[in-house]
Structure formats: C-alpha cells, structure tokens
C-alpha cells in the first residue's frame, strides 16, 4: 500500500517536473528569439564624456552627464576585483550566469527574514544594465536569466567583468569604478586601497542609499559588510581586515574637478574648447568619446596659473586685510575630525585652491585657533597673523573682528605653516601664444573659476592705457617719423570738438614734462603728451584705420585724440594677437587654441588648417616697422617702465606697461621672437587699483613671474634685420643726421635725414613741437 502511494506520488511530482519542464522549454523558446543581439556589449560604446588636454595629452577638463574612465581588465586591481566578487558575485568565475545556488540561498533567506535578497549574478546585472529595465516582472528576470546564458556562451568571464567594472553605475554620475574611484577619493584606480574598494563595491547595491556623500552612516556599514566577506572568502588576512576597518576616508571634497586629477587649473580654456566641441558635434560631443587636443603646454599652462594667483595676492596684500567674511555660530563641543561638525560648519562655504575656508575658534592678540575645512584644529600664530593684525582683539573694531565663528581663509606656505588670508577682489587675466602661428600656449581667464567664469582673457573689453601707444608710433613711422623724431613732451589742451565730447588736457603720469625728446625716449618713460601729438600729426582717422591691420576693431577705438592713450577698447586675447604682429616681423595672425580631434578609438576627425607660408602670408605691416617698433619697445625693457623686467637677464625681451586714468586698468604685453605674453589686472566693476598700481607695479610682476618659467634655459633670440632700413647717426638732441656722434638710430632707408640738415621726417614737425 505504501509502496504503491510512493509509486503514484512518484508519478505525480515527475509529471509535474516534466510539464513544468516542458512549460519552461516553451517559454524558453517564445522568449530567447526575442532577446536582442549582442552587439551593445561585442561592439561595446560606452557613453563617454568629452575630454579637453593639453597638446601633452594632461587632461584639463571633462563634460558630460555620464562620468566614464574605461578601463582593461588588466588594469584592475586585484582588491578591487576581489571586493566586488565578495559583495556581488562570489562563485562568478564557477557559474554559467545563473548562480543556482545563491539563488536557493536567497529564496531561503527571503521566507525567514524580513530583508529581501537577491541571487542575480555579475552577467545578469550585466544584462540589465545594457539591455533590461528593474520592473519587477517574471518575464523581466526570465530574460535576464536567459541573456545571462548568452552573454556567458559569447564572451569570456573577464570580458563580462570588464564590462560590469566600466558599465555599472556607481552614483554622483559616475559609471565604472575607474570614474568613482575618482570622484570619490581623488585618485587612480591603481592607488586604491582595500577600505576604498570595499566601499565602492558595496555601491552597485544600491548606489543612492549607500552613497557615501549622502548618507556615510549607512555607506559605512556596507563597507563593513564587504570587508567582512573579503575576509571570510580569504581575501583578506586579519590585519588587512584589520587595517581597512579602521582606515579613514577621505570622500568630501574629490566629486567633480579635473583639476584634481592633473594637478593643472585650466578650467577656463577648457571651457573654450568645450564650447568649441559644442558648435561642431552638438550633444554628441559629451557622449561620444571626443578628445579635443589643445596647444596648451602643461608647463606653461601651470607657469601662468600660478603668476596669476600670486599676482592678485600680492596686490590684495598691499591694501589690507578687510576682516572675516561672515560670522556664523559654532555647534559646541567640538571634536577634531567630526564628518557631520565639518558638514554642518562649512555647508555653504567653498574652498578656492590653497585657500582653505576656515572658521575662528577662539582668538586673542597672540594666536588664532580655526578649524579648517579639511575637518583639522589648527593654531595660527606669529607671522601666520601679521597680514590679519588690524582684526585682532581686543582692539579691532567689532565689524571686522576676528572672534568666535568668524569666517576667514587659511593658506599654508612652503613650509607648511598656516597664515590668515583673504580672498581677493581684484581679477586679473594672462595669455601666452606663438607669434608665428597663434597657438595659445596658456591661458589664465581669472583669479578662480570656481568663483566667477568670465573668462577675462577673451571676453573683457577693457581700456589698454599706454600699452596701446606702439600702435599709434608703428602709424607715425608710416608717415615718415622715425625713433629719432623730436617731440615735445609739455602741456597740452584739447577743445571739445576734438577729444569726443569735453575739453581735455592730458597729463603724464606723475605730472611732469621734460620738453623735447625723441620717440624712442617718449615711449621708453610712456610720455603721454608726446603720443598725443604724435596722433595729432598723423590725425585720429589714419590711426583708427591703421590699427585695424593688427586685428583691431576701428568702433572700439573712436577717432579722437584720446585715442593715443589708450581710451578705447580691447581684450587681452586681442591685444595679444597685435603683439605677435611686431613679434613674428609683420603678419596677421589669428589665436587659436584646438591643435586637432579624435574619436573615442583615437582616430583624428579634426586638424586644424595650415597656416599660409612664404609670399601666402598675410603681411599686416612692413617689416621695418615690425623690427623699429621691437627696437623701441626693447629699450621700454631695457631703460623705461619696463626695466623691472630685466631681472630676467635677458636683452631679447620687448614690451609696454600700460595704465589707464586712476589706475582703474594695468597692464604688461612683452614678447621676444618666439613668445608673446599678456598680463591685465583690474576690478570687474571697474575703479581704481590704488596709488601706485600701474602696468609696471600691478601687471608686470604676473609676466616676469610666467617667464621665469617659459623661458628658462631658452637661448636668447636674436632680431634679423630687414632690408631697407639703414642705421644713422644722429644727433639725440636734434634728431638730424650727424655722422660725428656716436649715437644711432634706425630708419626706413627712404626717410633717412640728409647730412647737415635739418631732419625732416614729417611734414607735420611744426604741429607737433
């Protein structure tokens, strides 16, 4: 009786096994010729952001909404690969997609536990991630389990590990672990750490609610819970376990910046290039994998970064420290190191580079203690206060003084000791570029990024001041004037009619005249009254049309007399470019700044056109006027506004400060042969730098700062003499021809002086003496 029960149960349950059997094949077979090609993952294109570099191949920015770094394999690290295999998939290697096992194991611990678990395999999550949606369905996870069986039976187990470790997604926009380990601890993948990888492993789970930036209770206890299974699978010994438990991690502040990356602060010309990628691929440019190779030199690039910020600290320096930026209230107690303190404290304050935000502990006239940004107590004391002295207590006023909560900025210096700071006010800009081709070797847009995108370089039209005076003498040496002319530096009044609306009457900088004088002297000491006549002589509306050779837009610069100062308007990309015209001995050139493109594979899709060479070259000027003006513009250096410069011991350097009424503008353009430099400094809204603050004390140091970088161990240039100019002596005093004075002077060899006469190299003397 029993036995024939048995035989009949027997039946029953194997009828049944054979049905579902035979159930399962037809479903099976409805639903497998439905599933999609695999070409998404054979012919895998990730979604890949843009990249900008330099022409080194140094990355200098990133866009797109997805933030990928692909990666091979074999460039995985073991503890990485052992903490997913330990949170998501142990027996990966073992399985053929489906893990049987764990999924018996899931059912188990689903019907005696109120926690919900999963069996799903690395190829099945695989399979979802490229192919499926997360509804919850039946027919969804049959799928899934039948493009597990045929992603196994197509690829190799690394090539679907690589594809996980590329494809998954990790949150803050991060997809792959190469770009999390980035976003979240600033670093290569190859540096990682076993606590790192445990935590990034734990995320694939769930990556909103263990995302260490938003929930780091919750983020932690999935890192212990890998760290556990490592160590249970023997990935780990016990003092690695040990160590990676207790390690501490730093997962604050690495969530966006390139710059972090390369160490190298090119966001603004980065922005550029984007904007560039942009107008020619559209959005496909932030998903396709582009890499757009600029011509900025890492070197240079990192040179003109740092000139610029010391620049403009130099000159906030030397106008005082203006007190805390804001008070806030100080949660007590405090605890050094507290992730929530520092969370809570500095919510809505940013660091900007070395310059930390900090908030005042506790102060007194002898030392400060801050609690930093970075989640460190520090006491700040001695020189580290110098610059703050005037907000010290008990003296300082109340409005300014640094007490508890004060918000202030902290630096450390070479040493490593922290001073208070401020952030300035001032911005600045700088840009370097080739005067042969325009390639723009470095570009500086502003103090910081982070704090104001105008990219000052390119889009700030601002008044030139007297950097704009070679502009006008290169006109004059086309109307017959020459170095040696004779001006007279004394008063001058302009009616109304004249100057473009008022009466006007200039004055040199300082208020003093010297009489009659040569060109080359007026624009070595930048004499105002001089370039004034000179302009007057040669009239405002030849002006106006002649600098229009160098790049110039005539409306930017009205026709009036004011014109020779520097009153019009103009960028430092464009001033720039004018430079290269007397640096490269008279051609036209265009700035650019993308070298070439290529695709996700590397293939190049975009060069930039060759430039014209020979006869094909776009002549601005004539070359004798290229060489005169660098002559007179290397004395500028030499003996005049510039001679600051010359602490670069080099005599092949040429340039012009410039300073505009009040100071509100300073500037420094320079060049030799081979590389042109522009450095600006001013407010945003423009006022005045102060007393004092011109092109020579504000703006040159930025340049010399640069150069003692861009042309170290750089051989000095020499000037080629073109034909048709001739050296004469002459008289300095008169400027006639006197073959007994030792002094010489250039000119175009159709307006030399004639011997023992008088000089006459413009009809217009007797206007402008």
Excluded at 708 to 734: F, Y
Aim: proline share 6%.
């Amino acid at each position: 009786m029993i036995t024939r029960w048995f035989l009949y149960l027997s039946s029953v349950i194997l009828g049944l096994a054979l049905v579902a059997a035979l159930l399962g094949g037809f479903v099976i077979a409805l639903l497998y010729p439905t599933l999609p090609d695999l070409d998404a993952i054979t012919d895998y294109q990730p979604k890949i952001p843009l990249r900008v570099v330099s022409r080194e191949g140094v990355l200098l920015g990133e866009f797109g909404e997805e933030r990928r770094s692909v990666v091979h394999i074999n460039e995985v690290p073991q503890v990485l690969k052992s903490a997913i295999l330990a949170a998501e998939d142990e027996r990966f290697y073992s399985h053929g997609g489906v893990d049987y096992l764990s999924i018996l194991r899931a059912v188990i611990a689903n019907l005696t536990s109120d926690k919900l678990q999963g069996g799903g395999t690395i190829t099945m999550q695989v399979a979802r991630n490229f192919y499926l949606s997360r509804e919850k369905k039946l027919t969804r996870k049959l799928r899934e389990a039948l493009l597990a069986w045929k992603i196994e039976a197509n690829l190799s187990k690394d090539q679907i590990f690589e594809l996980y470790i590329n494809q998954i997604f990790l949150g803050q926009r991060a997809y792959g672990f190469a770009s999390a380990t980035q976003i979240y601890f600033g670093k290569n993948l190859a540096d990682i750490t076993p606590a790192e990888a445990a935590m990034l492993a734990g995320l694939p789970a769930a990556p909103s609610k263990y995302n260490p930036l938003v929930n780091l209770p919750l983020a932690k206890g999935r890192q212990a819970y890998v760290l556990r299974r490592m160590h249970e699978l023997k990935f780990l010994d016990d003092a690695a376990y040990n160590t990676a438990l207790n390690q501490p991690l730093d997962i604050r502040v690495h969530s966006i910046s390139s710059q972090e990356r390369s160490g190298l602060h090119a966001e603004y010309i980065a922005e550029m290039a984007r904007q560039k990628a942009f107008e020619g691929y559209g959005k496909d440019a932030y998903t396709s994998g582009l890499t757009v190779w600029t011509t900025i030199s890492a070197e240079m690039q990192a040179a003109a970064y740092q000139a610029v910020r010391q620049g403009v600290l130099d000159y906030d320096r030397r106008h005082g420290y203006r007190g805390p930026e804001s008070y806030i209230n100080l949660p007590e107690p405090l605890v050094e190191n507290d992730p929530d303190l520092v969370d809570q404290a500095f919510q809505n304050l940013t660091d900007h580079d070395n310059l930390l935000a900090a908030i005042v502990i506790d102060a007194s006239a002898e030392q400060v203690r801050v609690l930093i940004s970075n989640g460190t107590i520090t006491t700040i004391s001695g020189a580290g206060l110098r610059f703050a002295q005037t907000s010290l207590p008990p003296k300082a006023p109340a409005s300014i003084r640094l007490r508890r909560g004060a918000v202030v900025r902290v630096a450390q210096d070479n040493k490593g000791q922290w001073a208070i700071s401020q952030l300035p006010q001032a911005e600045s800009s700088f840009i370097a570029l080739q005067p042969q081709d325009g390639s723009v070797l470095a570009l500086v847009g502003g103090f910081d990024f982070e704090r104001n995108q105008f990219n000052h370089a390119t889009q700030a039209l601002r008044q030139p001041g007297s950097s704009f005076k070679p502009f006008i003498y290169s006109a004059a040496l086309e109307k017959g004037f020459s170095p040696a002319t004779v001006v007279n530096d004394g008063p001058f009044f302009v009616p109304a009619e004249e100057a473009g609306g008022q009466d006007w009457e200039p004055k040199n900088y300082g208020g003093e005249y010297e009489g009659p004088m040569s060109l080359r002297t007026a624009l070595a000491k930048s004499k105002n009254l001089v370039a004034v006549r000179v302009l007057q002589a040669i009239t405002p509306q030849y002006a106006q049309d002649y600098i229009t050779k160098f790049g110039f837009q005539a409306k930017q610069h009205p026709p009036y007399l004011t014109m020779a100062l520097g009153t019009g308007s103009a960028t430092p990309m464009q001033m720039a470019s004018a430079y290269a015209v007397f640096a490269n001995g008279g051609f036209r050139i265009d700035p650019n700044f993308i070298d070439h493109i290529t695709d996700a594979r590397g293939n190049t899709i975009y060069t930039r056109p060759d430039l014209p060479k020979g006869e094909a070259r776009q002549e601005a000027i004539d070359p004798r006027n290229a060489f005169i003006i660098t002559t007179m513009l290397r004395d500028v250096v030499a003996r005049g506004t510039a001679a600051r410069a010359m602490t670069l011991k080099r005599h092949d350097l040429a340039g012009k400060t410039g300073t505009t009424n009040d100071s509100v503008d300073a500037w420094f353009c320079g060049y030799n042969a081979n590389l042109v430099g522009v450095s600006w400094i001013g407010f945003d809204q423009p006022k005045s730098l102060g007393a004092r603050e011109t092109g020579a004390a504000a703006a040159l140091p930025i340049w010399i700062t640069f150069m003692q970088t861009a042309l170290k161990n750089v051989p000095e240039t020499p000037l080629p003499l073109p034909p048709g100019v001739v050296s004469v002596h002459i008289d300095p005093e008169t400027g006639q021809r006197s073959d007994k004075s030792p002094e010489t002077e250039w000119f175009y060899s159709e307006f030399q002086p004639e011997a023992a006469s008088p000089l006459q190299n413009s009809r217009s003397l007797d206007r402008i003496f």
